[in-house]
């Protein structure tokens, strides 16, 4: 049996974020009560948004996370 770690980095976003990410298919997961956004997508989002590129970098600047959490304050 193969097993998977995945590593997970968590934050905020403000109200705004979650307008974005309604119109650009970013999964809201109710089970964990946040967005969570993994690389495929943000390479696959047609929505440009400063919120994009943000996350965009987040990944590169974090290669070690598989997804990234984010809650809506």
Known sequence: MKTRTHTILF???????EEWAKTSDIPYET???A?????YDVTHCKTP???????QQAFKDNPDFDRITLDVV
Do not use: I, K
């Open 11 to 17: 934050g905020t976003a403000c109200p705004n974020f």
């Open 31 to 33: 089970e964990v009560g």
């Open 35 to 39: 967005y969570v956004v993994d690389w």
């Open 49 to 55: 948004s400063p919120y994009l590129s943000e996350l």
